[in-house]
């Protein structure tokens, strides 16, 4: 017995559109999931989840997600001397802008908990003079994930009057209006036919050259600025060559761009040995020009 192309039905798919459902989760054969547990789901819409680095994703728009859930990421635990009293209460992260990166590099993540809840309104804890006090305070949106995102034609060359108030005017329900907090609900923007092959474009040489020009071919990593500008890359933060935002570039020596995950096929190359060769000591800061 033939059974009928479900996708063609006009009847089922009526429903599905009044439903809302997508025509596919954009599970694949052999995709395991680790799927969120309806106990953590509930505690990401109240006070939120401590989880590891490594247990935050990026997608590819820049949000953030926690086991197939897009969620919010800030720092729970505030100073009351240094915050509080002066008025300057964290911000709350909608993507991996230069902000989480910064503090990624210092190994501050650790401060932070991740959370999904729409009112604009977190679980903080004041700590402070030997007491611990906790409470739920409205945050504001950082301006560098607006940045990063474009939300909404925001950038970061808007006056700062323009700039406040778009901030003051962004809601979290609005934002997962438009990036849904399941990433299971999301239909793929592409299939194997017409997904962009992942390569450089035709013009990586100007963009990249562009791009070291403006970090002075200093290294975002080490500090290292070789003489010899091929010895300074561009890496793509997301391993997607053909996204070629500034947001998703870091400017890095070779030795250090080795080092990045699945790059260590550069350790083997003939430009790695003179690399290493002539600076000896880069992952230290030594021996720079």
């Keep these: ?122 679980h903080i804890n004041m700590v402070g003079n030997g007491s611990l006090r906790s409470s739920v305070e409205p945050l504001s949106v950082c301006q560098n994930c607006l940045d990063r995102l474009r939300y909404l034609g925001f950038n970061l060359e808007l006056d700062s009057a323009e700039r406040r108030g778009r901030v003051a005017r962004f809601t979290l329900s609005e934002f997962f209006g438009r990036y849904p907090k399941s990433l299971l609900a999301i239909r793929p923007r592409h299939d194997a036919v017409d997904a962009p092959l992942n390569d450089y474009p035709d013009d990586w040489g100007e963009i990249s050259e562009r791009y070291k020009a403006q970090k002075s071919y200093k290294c975002e990593r080490c500090g290292l600025r070789p003489a010899e500008h091929h010895f300074v890359h561009v890496h793509h933060r997301n391993g997607q060559k053909n996204d070629c935002d500034t947001h998703n570039f870091k400017c890095l020596c070779l030795g250090c761009h080795a080092e990045e995950p699945l790059h260590s096929h550069m350790k083997a190359t003939s430009d790695y040995g003179e690399f290493v060769g002539r600076y000896p000591n880069w992952g230290n800061g030594i021996g720079r020009p």
């Design 1 to 122: 017995m033939k059974l009928p192309d479900f996708k063609a039905d006009v009847r089922l798919n009526s429903l599905r559109v009044r439903m809302g459902a997508p025509l596919t989760t954009g599970f694949r054969l052999g995709q395991v999931r680790p799927g969120i547990d309806p106990a953590e789901l509930a505690k990401l819409g109240r006070e939120g989840l401590d989880v590891s680095i490594d247990d935050i994703q990026m997608q590819n728009d820049g949000t953030l997600a926690y086991k197939d859930v897009r969620v919010v990421v800030y720092i729970r635990d505030v100073s009351v001397m240094r915050e509080r009293q002066a008025g300057n209460m964290p911000r709350y992260h909608v993507a991996y802008c230069r902000t989480l990166d910064r503090m990624r590099e210092s190994n501050r993540w650790q401060r932070y908990v991740v959370a999904n809840r729409e009112d604009g309104r977190f």
